[in-house]
């Protein structure tokens, strides 16, 4: 097989298990709510049983028999104290029926998280619009670490300013264009970008995210627009994604990647 088509069948794999992971039973299809106590300081969260309080770093549930919490796979009754669910959204502490209860902490402020199986927005789920692979799209990337880590505020997708972590700056070249993007380095050393380009909010979701692998001992990683995604809130309204930040808007039409939800069905 030549490189090309190891290339496109690495790329279809990608996009299958891309749709079968948000089309899960508890991918960002099936968020339905994300409740700020503090816009509920009576305790009570919409479509929620029990009593929530905040009492610093520990989040409080009291809950009744009646209430068909189940705390670690078993039914609960009573009071527990809860720190933030740091795994995936099956691994959280908390169920009700088959919904998943996730436990969410943002700059001080705790949220409680409503995945549900049978979201309206799971079953309405056609596919993801993807363009066809451009190798124009996929090219080599500098990346150059901050002397120390940098957080901005941006918008969020919920209408309220958070900070972002930044750590360094990817450098890129596109059709003879030198571009860069400020990006941030997760905990397996690989690189985020939260970026916008020319077809944002025309054809293509407005901003998206990039997800470039660890740099090697020069700072060299692969940038692949051909992989840019759609982040969590082009599925469920109730997610908190980052804007991009400063810089982070290109001048390029990066006609690759993700570009919205489908709305009607390939033949």
């Given at each position: 097989m030549s490189t090309t088509e190891d290339t496109l069948r690495d790329f279809k794999e990608w996009h299958e298990l891309r749709t079968a992971t948000v089309s899960a039973p508890y991918g960002p299809l099936a968020l339905t709510g994300t409740h700020w106590l503090a816009d509920h300081p009576d305790g009570t969260l919409p479509g929620l049983p029990g009593h929530?309080?905040?009492?610093?770093?520990?989040?409080?549930?009291?809950?009744?028999a009646d209430d068909g919490v189940s705390l670690d796979g078993r039914p609960f009754t009573g009071t527990a104290r809860l720190a933030p669910d740091s795994g995936p959204v099956t691994a959280s502490r908390l169920g009700l029926g088959e919904r998943r209860l996730v436990v969410l902490r943002r700059e001080g402020l705790w949220a409680v998280r409503d995945f549900d199986p049978d979201a309206a927005a799971r079953g309405a789920f056609i596919g993801i619009d993807v363009s066809t692979y451009d190798p124009g799209f996929a090219v080599e990337g500098r990346f150059t670490p901050y002397e120390r880590d940098r957080t901005v505020r941006v918008g969020n997708?919920?209408?309220?300013?958070r900070g972002l972590g930044l750590g360094g700056e990817l450098a890129f070249t596109l059709a003879g264009k030198e571009h860069t993007l400020q990006v941030s380095v997760e905990g397996d050393g690989s690189l985020?970008?939260?970026?916008?380009d020319g077809t944002s909010g025309v054809s293509s979701y407005r901003f998206r995210f990039?997800?470039?692998?660890a740099?090697?001992?020069?700072?060299r990683t692969r940038v692949d627009f051909n992989r840019s995604l759609l982040p969590p809130c082009a599925f469920a309204d109730h997610f908190i994604c980052p804007f991009p930040p400063p810089g982070n808007?290109?001048?390029?039409?990066i006609a690759a990647g993700e570009r919205n939800l489908s709305s009607r069905r390939h033949v």
């Open positions: 929530w309080s905040d009492d610093g770093d520990e989040l409080v549930l009291t809950a009744a997708a919920d209408g309220v300013e985020w970008a939260v970026f916008a990039l997800r470039p692998a740099p090697d001992e020069q700072g808007t290109l001048t390029a039409e």
